[in-house]
Each structure stands twice: as C-alpha cells, then as structure tokens.
C-alpha cells in the first residue's frame, strides 16, 4: 500500500470514531458531525492506531465525549467487573454516582453508560472472556424485509432482521445475548375492516438460535416466526430493539391481512350406512386453487383421531369422505398449503370446524296397525331389509310409541314391588300378632 493511501486510510478511520468517543492514539484533525456517521466499533489490537487501544484490558476515551456506553462480555456466571478510572478511583455496580453512571449487568455481560466520562486510560477488571472486544454502542437499529403485499389470516410467516448502527450490520454472535427483537401490530382503526378498535397483538421474539425457522445459529440474521391468527383487517407492524438500557422502534407501512380463503362445510349423511362428505371451499380473490391442497384429521365423537389428506384436485372446492360411525361431534382440524395470486407460497391453519350428528332411535320390529304383521327395520347388524325410508313425523311417532311401552312396562314393575312388599309386611304382622298372643296365653 502506497503512504498516501494509507494516510487516507488512517484519517477516514479517525473521522469515524471521533464522534463515539474512542480516543485515539494520534489524534488527527475532527471531521465536522454532519460529515459523520454512526457505527459500533470493535477493539482489536491495541497497537492498530484510530481504534480503540485495549491491552491488558485498558482504553482510552476522548475529552469531548458527553456519553459513552461500553459492554463487556464475561465469563458466565461471574461476578461484574470493576472499571478503573484515570485518577486511579474504581465504578463498581454496588457503589455508582446514580446521576452519572447507568450500569446493567447480566450473567455473560456488562453494559455500562457514562456520562461525561473522566478523560485518558481506562482499565476494565474482571473476568473477561479473551476473545471478547470492547463494544462502543451508540444508534442501534434494525432492518426488516418488508412484509408481504398478500397476507391471510391462519398463515405462518418466516420474516428475516438484521441489527445495523448506521450503515454498518452487527456481526457479533454475542450480541444476541444482549438484545431482544420483538414485534406487535397494531390496528389503524380503520372502520372499514373487522379489526376497527382491536388491541395491540404481541406476536413473536426474533431469535438466532438455529431452531424452528432460524436457519443458521449466531449467523446475526435474526428470524421471527409470525402466526396471524387474529382478526383480518388493516394492521401497522412495529418491530422493537430492547437492549437493556435503550429501546428503538420501527414502523413498516400498515398491511392488510385478508380473510381465510377457507370455509368449511358438511354434508351429513341421514342414511346410517352411508358417509359424511366435509366440503372445503376456496375463494379465489387472493389465492390460486388449483395449487392448494389440504393435511388434517378427523376427530370422531368417541375421541378417535383419523389423519387425512387432499393432494390432488382443481377447482374452487375439495371434498373428504368421513367415516359414519355414530351419532355425537365430529371436529376437522386442517391445514392448507398453496399460492397466493401473485405466486407466493403460503401455508395456513383454518379454523376448526365441526357439525353434529344426531343420534337417531332405530327400532328392530314396528306391528302392522293395518294386519298385525311385523316388519323388520334395517340396523348395523344382521341382514334385515330395508323399510321405506320413514318422515321425521314418522320416527317422532315411533319414538313416542315406543317410550309409552316402555314406561307402561316400568309402571308394572313398580307395581309388582309394591305389592311384594305389602305382601312382606302384612307376613310379618301376622307372625308378629300370633307370637304376642301366644305370649299371652303362656301367662294366664
């Protein structure tokens, strides 16, 4: 490298890191601060000149700086570290000028701000990881890929952050460990759609951690995992970065999310011996359905549970066949899986449906008013044939009929007991007198 490129270098490092504070082993001539920009900037190697000098765990800040905060990485589980001042007198978390110094501690770190902080050398003590490096904080934001111009409600969304301080990302896998990146919507209460005076929902924490959609653990790409499973209707995304002492917010521009494009149906088979068919239907405003298709399960009314699926099929509906088994509750659980109208993947749950099954009375015999002959009903067992199918009046009539039987035969039973334990009583009467004029006679 030729000497006038590397003084360009040095002065385009020193105009970086004047305005956060890092003092410099030779200082050069201050870039005005509409000339500058935010960044984070690392320790490295203490003989590396406009960086912050760190050796030994020393550093040293500017005269011109009103606010500084540090972080520090230790190991886990240690307790806080001392910093040293240049007039040799210590900041310890338990004994702080409170109007001056802003301490957080956690169990892998120390995130210290001070306010117009004692100029020259610095030396921080403690157990500091080795391979940690002093971390100036100053603007810390975060970038969001702009949500989808199609969204549904049930659909799960995988969306991508990334933290930056001005133009540069933040490529420490430490890092995650002090930030937490959160978001809610809220509602634009517009009176034209269903979520007009609904509250702010909470929906998911951005991780790096590898798991669920986070492909890559502490590649400092965060991943949030949005479930839009609340009222359909024009929302503002805010996305959150919380450190612990600073928060920072951004707005995307308010979305919409539509209605599911699935409903649900049920055609209910009144014939014992034939199934039900559960009708999906598709609107196709968003949605193209011929690329949809469907994995759930049927929860039968004695608890059974029976998965399905629908892969093939076009058109605007699917159906499924379901299993008559008995009269009760059957629920359909189900999720769909397709594209929207502008070819973008989605999968999404809908909600729950479920219809009810009447539990008909069928009688075996029914008598002949006409000749007293008797006719056999169809039942699911045995080979009986079939009668003609009969009205609602028809079997109401039959019903009624047969719990007059019924009771009349329970009214004759009562009877019976009743008489038996007449019976038993006056039995014990009698045997009871005889003794006692027996008795008598005895006596005289």
């Known amino acids: 490298m030729s000497l006038f490129s590397m003084k360009r270098l040095v002065m385009a490092t020193s105009l970086i890191m004047a305005p956060l504070g890092i003092a410099q082993e030779n200082v050069l001539p201050r870039a005005m601060p509409e000339e500058v920009r935010s960044e984070i900037e690392y320790a ?73 902080p004692m100029p020259g050398p610095w030396q921080a003590i403690g157990a500091i990881e080795p391979n940690s490096r002093i971390m100036v904080i100053s603007e810390v934001r975060i970038e969001v890929e702009p ?21 540069d990302a933040i490529d420490a896998p430490a890092f995650r460990g002090v930030v937490n990146l959160d978001v809610d919507f809220f509602s634009t209460n517009n009176t034209a759609f269903d979520n007009f005076g609904a509250k702010p929902i909470k929906l998911t924490t951005f991780r790096d951690d590898g798991y669920d959609l986070d492909e890559y653990r502490g590649d400092s790409i965060f991943t949030g995992e949005f479930t839009l499973d609340f009222a359909p209707g024009e929302w503002i995304p805010t996305y959150y970065v919380k450190l612990p002492m600073a928060k920072r917010e951004l707005k995307q521009k308010p979305v919409i999310i539509r209605h599911n494009p699935i409903t649900i149906e049920a055609n209910i088979s009144e014939n014992p011996k034939k199934n039900h068919h559960a009708v999906f239907n598709i609107a ?11 994995q759930g399960k049927v929860t039968y009314p004695d608890k059974q549970e029976i998965p399905f699926s629908i892969m093939e099929g076009s058109g605007l509906t699917r159906e499924h066949e379901i299993e008559n088994t008995e009269g009760g509750i059957f629920r359909v659980r ?38 007293g002959s008797e006719s056999m009903l169809s039942t699911e067992e045995g080979n009986q044939p079939l009668l003609p199918k ?31 334990a007449n019976g038993v009583i006056i039995f014990v009467f009698i045997i009871g007198f005889g003794f006692y004029r027996w008795r008598i006679k005895k006596k005289s």
């Open 44 to 116: 490295r190697d203490s003989n590396v000149a406009n960086q912050i000098p760190y050796f030994d765990n020393r550093f040293k800040i500017d005269a011109n700086i009103d606010e500084i905060t540090l972080l520090f990485y230790r190991k886990l589980g240690t307790p806080p570290i001392i910093l040293v001042r240049p007039d040799g007198s210590k900041l310890k978390i338990g004994s702080l000028p409170k109007d001056k110094v802003s301490w957080y501690d956690d169990r892998t770190f120390d995130m210290v701000k001070i306010k117009k």
């Open 147 to 167: 949500l989808p111009e199609v969204l549904l409600a049930g659909e799960t969304l995988k969306v991508t952050g990334q933290l930056f301080n001005g133009e």
């Open 284 to 294: 196709n405003e968003f949605v193209d359905p011929d690329s949809v298709i469907f």
């Open 334 to 371: 189900v999720g769909a899986y397709g594209k929207t109208v502008n070819g973008r993947e989605f999968r999404l749950v809908v909600p729950e449906f479920t219809f009810n099954v009447e539990d008909r009375f069928t009688p075996l015999y029914i008598e002949s008013a006409i000749d």
């Open 390 to 420: 009969l009205s609602k009046e028809e079997e109401l009539e039959i019903l009624l009929e047969q719990q007059a039987i019924e009771q009349a035969e329970e009214d004759k039973q009562t009877y019976i007991a009743i008489g038996i």
